[in-house]
């Protein structure tokens, strides 16, 4: 028989272990040759069949098993208590002592079982059970004397408690076997036949069966297999000199004392170099991800700072506005505030201009209570110039009529032309009183009139010091309101040298927007601060000034402006 190619496998495929996938082009069995280098002949398997008795025998396993530890248990019984009593045991303690040594046992061994088939195994148990049916034998065989003496009895004795453990070791490794069949953790032996044939190479074969646990000897004897047909392939294809392979070639007899197959050992270069690309791929697509990383973070930077940017030109626009419209509003103001004095200026004249009426009036109202004196003393002049026309008439009347009397010689025409001038002086002192009176009404009216200038005088002279007063106290608010302003600039100049964010810059905003109304901190803790600080600036102002609706951020605003003055934050 010619061989040209790698040997097949002696054993069949026994699925005991998975080895890793295998590399492209690797064998995936090391086979080339004839079907009958090194396998032993298949041969038809019997299968037995399960007729009643087979299926009977665990139930007789257990009746005579029970039946035995039963007959144990009481040769046990009746020998230890008998003996129990010549030990020093009263008796009633000597019918328990037998039951307390035997009772252990099965309490060990039970235990020992339920561990095992709970996964936890404990191999004291197991030992305190062997030790404690050692001590049964023992007493048992040393209950009827010397044992040297006679040996016979002393086993007769002893080995009915020995038959009841070995009955227990058997249930024991019946489920032992059971549980690990469950569990796919079954693990062949190795025949005996191989350590008596073999017996420097099995020592090795069990070693790595055990330290890379694989289950199946069948599929550890295909393993050998594989690697010996390999190593001869190996052999033939460098007639005979292994130094002449590489070391890939290598690789399934450095590896196969670590537990690997043939078809995985050889596999290995290739899984390896697989691996060696997928982590050079994966560190490639990590160094990827992180340039993407940073890339992403230096446009987000980017963005940042440009927003930052327009946030401040936002800002710096808005406070110039603020400042100019400050500025203007206090030229405004300083525009009202001169109007204000010219027109005060005005006023002032105006109030000079009443004076000087009020005393012009005050002057015609004396010359007018003169004219009504000299009025008054024109119409007694007149009443008594009246009174002496009245006599000179009365005279004249007497003197005519005396004189008609006398001379008989007066006509009639001269005493009606006296009568006629006597008349016209009457008349004429009542047209002098009505003049007088005439002049005293206008007097008067003269009077109120200068009352009434003096009034409006007065009354215009109030209005122009309100007047002055209101635009003296526009001018304080635009002297106030462009302090702010420009310390509103600094403060913004300071808070963008500090680089702070748009939440700090707005913090901040709310604390001078306390200060800008006049609140006083000074002394107050932090409560005092706060109510202080409510008192002032309101919520809706909060709002209105940033422009935020929710009212959960305008308090916290507030908030935090409180911790920002009580640390000692001031314009």
Not at 135 to 141: E, K, L, Q, V
Not at 278 to 290: K, N
Not at 357 to 385: F, S, Y
Request: with cysteine; glycine share 4%; net charge neutral.
């Amino acid at each position: 028989m010619t061989i040209t190619d790698m040997p097949q496998t002696a054993a069949p495929d026994t699925p005991a272990s998975h080895p890793p996938g295998l590399a492209s082009g690797a064998p995936e069995k090391v086979s080339g040759t004839a079907q009958g280098v090194s396998g032993p002949d298949k041969r038809k398997t019997i299968k037995p069949k399960r007729d009643r008795f087979v299926a009977a025998l665990p139930y007789f396993a257990a009746v005579f098993g029970t039946l035995v530890g039963g007959i144990g248990f009481a040769t046990s019984y009746h020998t230890l208590a008998s003996k129990a009593l010549s030990w020093g045991f009263g008796e009633e303690l000597a019918k328990w002592f037998p039951i307390g040594v035997d009772a252990s046992i099965l309490a060990f061994l039970i235990l020992d079982l339920y561990l095992i088939l709970k996964g936890i195994p404990w191999p004291v148990l197991r030992m305190a059970a062997h030790v404690m049916t050692c001590a049964t034998i023992w007493f048992n065989a040393s209950a009827q004397g010397d044992m040297s003496a006679d040996p016979v009895k002393a086993a007769s004795h002893g080995v009915m408690p020995f038959l009841f453990v070995i009955g227990v070791e058997a249930a024991r490794r019946l489920y032992i076997q059971k549980a690990q069949l469950e569990a796919g953790t079954v693990t062949d032996r190795i025949p005996l036949h191989r350590w008596i044939l073999a017996p420097w190479e099995t020592p090795k074969f069990y070693r790595r069966m055990r330290l890379y646990r694989v289950t199946s000897y069948p599929e550890m004897v295909r393993r050998q297999q594989d690697l010996i047909a390999y190593e001869q392939w190996l052999k033939r294809k460098y007639n005979g000199d292994l130094a002449e392979a590489s070391e890939d070639e290598l690789l399934p007899m450095k590896m196969a004392p670590y537990g690997y197959t043939v078809a995985q050992a050889l596999a290995m270069p290739e899984q390896q170099e697989r691996e060696a690309e997928a982590r050079a791929e994966e560190a490639e697509r990590r160094r990827l991800d992180a340039e993407t990383r940073r890339e992403l973070a230096r446009k987000k930077a980017e963005a940042d700072r440009l927003e930052a940017e327009g946030q401040l030109e936002a800002v710096r626009a808005r406070v110039e506005g603020q400042t100019g419209q400050a500025r203007a509003h206090a030229r405004a103001q300083v525009s009202a505030a001169e109007r204000a004095a010219e027109l005060e200026e005005a006023a002032l004249e105006t109030a000079l201009v009443a004076e000087a009426r009020a005393r012009e009036a005050e002057a015609e109202r004396k010359e007018a209570q003169e004219r009504e004196a000299k009025v008054a003393a024109d119409v007694r002049a007149a009443e008594l110039e009246r009174q002496a026309a009245e006599k000179r008439r009365l005279a004249a009347e007497a003197d005519r009529v005396a004189a008609a009397e006398a001379q008989a010689i007066e006509t009639a025409e001269i005493a009606e032309a006296r009568q006629r001038a006597a008349e016209a002086d009457r008349v004429a002192a009542e047209t002098e009183r009505a003049a007088a009176e005439t002049r005293r009404r206008a007097a008067e009216a003269d009077r109120l009139t200068a009352q009434e200038n003096e009034r409006k005088a007065t009354a215009d002279a109030n209005t122009q010091a309100a007047r002055k007063r209101e635009a003296e106290t526009e001018y304080a608010a635009a002297e106030r309101r462009l302090a702010a302003a420009e310390i509103e600039r600094r403060a913004v100049e300071i808070e963008d040298a500090a680089k702070l964010t748009p939440r700090e810059r707005a913090v901040r905003k709310v604390a001078r927007m306390a200060f800008a109304a006049s609140a006083v901190f000074d002394g107050l803790d932090a409560d005092g601060i706060h109510r202080e600080l409510c008192r002032v600036v309101s919520i809706a102002d909060v709002q209105r000034e940033f422009d935020v609706s929710s009212t959960d951020t305008a308090s916290k605003y507030r908030q935090e402006a409180v911790a920002l003055i009580a640390s000692g934050y001031r314009p």
